[in-house]
């Protein structure tokens, strides 16, 4: 029995149980084993649960792929707002000092690890004093 994309959806839990993977249009395709599929099965109904506002046994992590890039006069805010010189705040992110002026300068910009931690600096400064420290 093949079942549409919406009709998978409308299956209950007693339906799922009793389907098998060629059900829903695998067939031809790899084996799997019948626990794994009713393994996963099992996955996506606490995730439809979890997405529906019930209580669910999922662990949920969110964070923000991407950190917005900063202007060099936004930079140089972070670095004063802190009360540090460009070499002391070249050791708080592990760079060099000419790789902090260029920042600053608009010559480059800050990539991957070093946006995170200027990211965090400007939202709560004191973070990078307290934990770079």
């Known amino acids: ?5 919406n ?3 409308d299956l209950t ?3 799922r149980e009793n389907t098998k993977a060629s059900d829903f249009g695998f ?3 790899g084996k799997m084993k ?3 599929f009713k393994e996963m099965m099992a996955g996506f109904d606490e995730a439809v649960k979890c997405r529906r506002g ?5 662990r949920v992590s969110r964070f923000s792929p991407a950190v917005v890039a900063l202007k060099p006069k936004d930079i140089r805010k972070i670095r004063t707002s802190l009360g540090l010189s460009q070499m002391e705040f070249a050791d708080y992110l592990g ?9 600053e300068q608009g010559m480059r910009r800050p990539q991957s690890a070093a946006l ?11 973070a990078l004093l307290e934990f770079v420290a």
Do not use: D, H, N
Not at 1 to 5: C, G, H, L, V, W
């Open 1 to 5: 029995m093949i079942f549409s994309k």
């Open 54 to 58: 019930q209580k669910a046994r999922v």
């Open 13 to 15: 839990s007693a339906q």
């Open 7 to 9: 009709e998978q959806a």
């Open 34 to 36: 019948a626990s794994l």
């Open 116 to 126: 995170r931690l200027l990211a965090i600096a400007k939202k709560r400064p004191a």
């Open 27 to 29: 067939a031809g395709g």
């Open 95 to 103: 760079t060099s000092v000419a790789c902090v002026r260029s920042w």
